[in-house]
């Protein structure tokens, strides 16, 4: 894809980050170090009730994981982003995002207070803060997917997390196909099971790309994208 970049800057393990991706731009993730998660969550920026819907996503698609390919689906239909690029082939989208509980129990507690900008944070907690700058809260927040993370189904119905999933460099890509506010955090994923509290970071990079065309990839994936394109382009005229 044909793209200009416009913006890149660096997402420190832990960290939270929010832009409103526009109409015509695209956001590349890159893992830099291997085993990264990036919890991620999308919103229409300009009616904030229109989000991402999850079930939409997976059964529309006919899939448990998400890749190259896939579009990321709103409750009304429309699509919000296409995953245009990915070099990892599966990333996560049930498992859901960590919480303050999930990483106390994990790694035990270390405030800003002890630690500084060593202190062990979470995702919900990062997402409902960026929501706050937008003049919303927690009932806003709904469900989230995980990049770079992989997680599996075992017979008896019980999710297992998949280690070194990514590798330094592993990179998704996502074309906003509405005006996005994407919100991001790099705090480990809630079903990792390492010892140590120790979160990647990532680089982001913002390209200006040119409009799917009819024959574009995500859009011909099922008849359920191609209808979610069709959407989203009524929406815009």
């Given at each position: 894809?044909?793209?200009?970049?416009?913006?890149?800057?660096?997402?420190?393990?832990?960290?939270?980050?929010?832009?409103?991706?526009?109409?015509?731009?695209?956001?590349?993730?890159?893992?830099?170090?291997?085993?990264?998660?990036?919890?991620?969550?999308?919103?229409?920026?300009?009616?904030?009730?229109?989000?991402?819907?999850?079930?939409?996503?997976?059964?529309?698609?006919?899939?448990?994981?998400?890749?190259?390919?896939?579009?990321?689906?709103?409750?009304?239909?429309?699509?919000?982003?296409?995953?245009?690029?990915?070099?990892?082939?599966?990333?996560?989208?049930?498992?859901?995002?960590?919480?303050?509980?999930?990483?106390?129990?994990?790694?035990?507690?270390?405030?800003?207070?002890?630690?500084?900008?060593?202190?062990?944070?979470?995702?919900?907690?990062?997402?409902?803060?960026?929501?706050?700058?937008?003049?919303?809260?927690?009932?806003?927040?709904?469900?989230?997917?995980?990049?770079?993370?992989?997680?599996?189904?075992?017979?008896?119905?019980?999710?297992?997390?998949?280690?070194?999933?990514?590798?330094?460099?592993?990179?998704?890509?996502?074309?906003?196909?509405?005006?996005?506010?994407?919100?991001?955090?790099?705090?480990?994923?809630?079903?990792?099971?390492?010892?140590?509290?120790?979160?990647?970071?990532v680089e982001l990079s913002i390209s200006r790309v040119p409009s799917p065309m009819r024959d574009d990839r995500c859009r011909t994936l099922c008849p359920e994208n191609a209808r979610g394109f069709v959407l989203t382009e009524l929406y815009f005229l």
């Amino acid at each position: 894809m044909q793209s200009s970049v416009l913006y890149t800057e660096m997402l420190p393990g832990g960290a939270t980050w929010s832009h409103v991706l526009k109409r015509g731009t695209a956001l590349r993730i890159t893992d830099l170090e291997g085993d990264a998660n990036v919890a991620a969550y999308f919103l229409n920026f300009e009616n904030p009730s229109e989000r991402f819907n999850l079930p939409d996503t997976l059964k529309a698609q006919h899939t448990a994981r998400l890749r190259a390919g896939h579009v990321l689906f709103s409750d009304m239909g429309r699509v919000l982003c296409s995953i245009t690029d990915d070099s990892v082939g599966w990333h996560d989208p049930i498992a859901g995002a960590s919480n303050a509980a999930v990483i106390e129990r994990k790694y035990g507690k270390k405030s800003y207070q002890e630690a500084r900008n060593g202190w062990y944070q979470n995702a919900r907690d990062g997402f409902l803060v960026e929501l706050g700058k937008y003049g919303m809260g927690p009932r806003d927040l709904h469900a989230t997917v995980n990049f770079f993370s992989k997680v599996v189904v075992d017979e008896s119905g019980s999710m297992q997390y998949v280690a070194h999933n990514s590798q330094a460099g592993s990179y998704i890509e996502l074309r906003a196909e509405m005006n996005v506010l994407v919100l991001l955090n790099t705090s480990p994923h809630p079903l990792n099971n390492d010892a140590e509290y120790a979160p990647k970071p990532v680089e982001l990079s913002i390209s200006r790309v040119p409009s799917p065309m009819r024959d574009d990839r995500c859009r011909t994936l099922c008849p359920e994208n191609a209808r979610g394109f069709v959407l989203t382009e009524l929406y815009f005229l």
